[in-house]
């Protein structure tokens, strides 16, 4: 039986799509299409499509917001299984938050608030979720998912549901070991502190404020597209080698903010992945620097060494 057929029989039409296009899933607007789009509502049919896809010999990947993607212009000859349109339930224990991976890190921060917590008014403003940030270690303004995240349950690639603590996902500068244990994130448990709910509100304002003023987020974009070099910043290094504005069709440096290569409208993911590249070889060239891509890419680019 083919794929969707099959996925069909327990799952609705609109939760299993084929030649699903990736533009609109991702905050860089680009990308071709997926070979299958699945939504599963829960764990246990999320574990079904998992071993459909070994059955048919699919890859799969699980995609969160897609704030942090590329996907090429001929796509993904694969599952995506997008947690975001179900798995979005929170309870609030105490000092904790349980989140399912498919929240909007800004609706975590809202709730957080909403109940005196503080610890994640870093996260008012990024556009990822729970599942996306864990894996990322998600941060901004000197705040981290790993300084308020307690307990992880995933899904093992053998199909068991693990609870791990923080500290086993080897979480650091934008990465954890999360991916390259094939871990499926269902739920995180977050750790906070009492803060008056004034104070929490007030930082969370003021840090889209920031955003608002510093980033250009009228743009399709992947946020900073580069992780900081140490001892230096992307963004710097990429301004003072003259590459502001640095254009390739509906792809550019950002005007704004040197750190994000943004979408002007209609741009291929080609011309995403080129400019990214284009900054890499220069910004090596003058200064030494080699800039590594915080964007997570998906589907087939051109390969290149920096
Ligand atoms: C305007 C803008 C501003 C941003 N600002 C910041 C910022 O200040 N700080 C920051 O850290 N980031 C920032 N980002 C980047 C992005 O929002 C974060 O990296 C975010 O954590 C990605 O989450 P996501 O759900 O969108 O993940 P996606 O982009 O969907 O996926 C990212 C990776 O995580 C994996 N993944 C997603 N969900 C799961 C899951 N449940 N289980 C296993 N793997 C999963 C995917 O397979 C992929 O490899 C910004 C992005 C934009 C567009």
Redesign the pocket.
Known sequence: MEFITACREFLAEGDCKEKEPMGVHT?FQAGGPAAYYVTPPDGDTLCRVVELCKEHGLDY?????????LVSDSGYDGVIID?TKYFKNMKVKGQEIIAQ?GVA?PVLSRMAMMHSLGGLEFAA?????V???C??N???YGGEIRHVLKHVTVLTPEGEKKTLSADALELGY?TSN??KNG???LSCTFHLEPREQDLILADMKYYNSQ?TLK?P?DKG????TFKRPEGYFAGKLIQDAGLKGYRIGQAAVSEKHAGFVVNLGGASATDIWQVCQDVRHKVKEQFGVVLEMEV?TLGTFPTGAV
């Open positions: 905050t990947f699980v995609l969160g917001r897609g704030s942090n993607l947690l991976a890190l403003g990024i556009p990822g979720s599942g996306g940030g894996v990322m998600a941060g901004a934008r999360i991916l871990y499926i994130v955003r980033q987020l974009s992947a946020g900073s997570k």
